[in-house]
């Protein structure tokens, strides 16, 4: 599909050619395209590139593409320079436009006039989902796995809790760095995800957590992996690219299909969305009890004159179990929240001291 501003002038050509998931991955139509360039580069700071890649677009394409980093692309500058007096192709691995990078330099090159096109290929954000014979569908929001944030994966472990309450399943992209070559292993993913539910207590995963792994898709020693967070922790799954998929709810199609691919019993295949509560629910009821608790110890310290603080942080603690009863997590948590500052405020005054 080719793009360009309403009316402008063309002065140039930029291609964005997808290369697909493996070396062979490359269509028809972007053979053509790279044929057609007066100048190809090719850029994969993303995903380990094979060997055989470069010397099979050459063949195939008959050009010598120029191999381009990150700061390259992402500056753009040499790029829209040379698209502006001719052909310019740039070749990357999986889809084009799966990249934000990818998507400003498109842009950029539109409101200069220059005339672009796209040419999609598989990517692993829709490849993982049907490899694994997990419906499509069903896939909610997609998050990546750096090395900064393995540690912990908050963030992670808070999109997947999203995703297993309405019952989707996640997809957990894990990060590799062609210039360093580091990157997140599904071992990392799997401890990190255990780690966050150590610190956040919201009962989403646990070692028994069923899930999959997706390692080097579309190439020729690619593995497939079906087993709890647990095991995965401790296994090796080999060279990158990988990705991790944590499954909600699932049809009775998807656990024939997933104990088909991944060779495991339909009883292993489990759906981690049932039984999963809000956070809301789990912490309200928490901090309700530790509040009750607290009112109960002081109620009898307390001179006549303060009752009224007593009484209005009962009522919010009231108001707190009817807001989560009736499916309202943020007024439920904002008024076991003032319950609790009404104590607080009566405990940092020096009034009666509270024991949390």
Known sequence: MKYRLSGSEVVGHLSFVGLGLGYAGLTFEGAEELRAADLAYLEYYTTPHEPRLLDYLARATGKQLVVV????????????????????????????????????????????????????????????????GLHYYKFAKTVTVTRETVSKLTNAYRVVHQN????????????????????????????GLLHAEENLKRNVVGGDTFALVVSRLGRGDARMFAGTLGAISRMDFGEPPHCVVIPGSMHFTEVEAVSAIFDVKESDVKANSDGLRRTAETLVPRYVAKTKKALEAVRQKLEPRYG?????????????????????????????????????????????????
Do not use: C
Request: hydrophobic share 45%; net charge negative.
């Open 69 to 132: 980093d990150r700061g390259f692309v992402e500056d753009g500058t040499k790029i829209l320079l040379d698209a502006a007096g001719g052909r310019v192709a740039l070749a990357v691995l999986g889809d084009p436009m799966i990249a934000t990078t990818h998507n400003e330099l498109r842009t950029r090159a539109i409101r200069q006039g220059i005339e672009t096109k796209v040419v999609h290929a598989a990517t692993i954000a829709s490849a993982a989902g049907s490899a694994s």
């Open 164 to 191: 297993l309450l309405s019952g989707s399943h996640s997809l957990l992209l894990l990060e590799y760095d062609v210039q360093s070559g580091e990157g997140v292993t599904p071992g990392e993913a799997a401890e």
């Open 308 to 356: 009224g603080v007593v009484q209005n942080a009962e009522l919010y603690v009231r108001d707190a179990e009817n807001f989560l009863a009736n499916g309202e997590d943020e007024l439920a948590m904002l008024s076991v929240g003032y319950a609790e500052g009404l104590l607080d405020s009566l405990s940092f005054s020096g009034v009666v001291a509270i024991d949390w």
